[in-house]
């Protein structure tokens, strides 16, 4: 009796330990990246644009077509690099929520900025996409802060996954199905 409750631990064990490894070997699938950034300085504005490369998973386009409305949460930090960026001035932030979710009545997509209260539908997930994947900001600067020698952008795209309904967020948090962000630095020249 005593060999069999053991047999069971390590197998229990081996068990864990591959289902662990499977998942690493997953973590390379980027269901969401930048692409490209740039930005430019007008009249104390700085206009910002981030080309994102936008899918979903299979199991987040499953959720999707079952009506569970997907939430991404937007951040653009403006800073002034001080001592080789570890201590960086913010200038400014900006931040955005955007919503994709699918209406089944009139099967169509719909893209929602939680900010500005405006959405915008689509005949179909890649033409949402599309829109998604083109990010433009526009940040008003403090009067001075635009004569910065170096300044850093950093650009956040992060997936709510305390927004999923409950049964799905544990899976959500360990499936790499689920790794719906992105984030990236754009450093000065």
Known sequence: MHVYRSANKTSLIILLFSLLFTQMAHASDNWL????MSWIIENNTLRFQAKLHFTLSPDAQEALRSGIVL?????????EAKFFSLWNRTITKYYERYSLSYN?????YRVKNDVTSGYRSF????DAFDYLENQHYELALL???YNAKCVVI?????????SLPIPLRPIAYFS????????????CE
């Open 104 to 108: 089944t009545l009139f099967n169509d």
């Open 143 to 145: 009067p001075n802060s």
């Open 154 to 162: 950093d650009f956040d795209m992060r997936f709510d996954t305390e």
């Open 71 to 79: 939430y991404w949460d937007s951040k653009v930090t403006v800073s």
């Open 123 to 126: 005949s179909s997930l890649v």
């Open 176 to 187: 790499t199905n689920w790794n719906l962000s992105t984030n990236a630095r754009l450093k």
């Open 33 to 36: 990246g930048v692409k490209d």
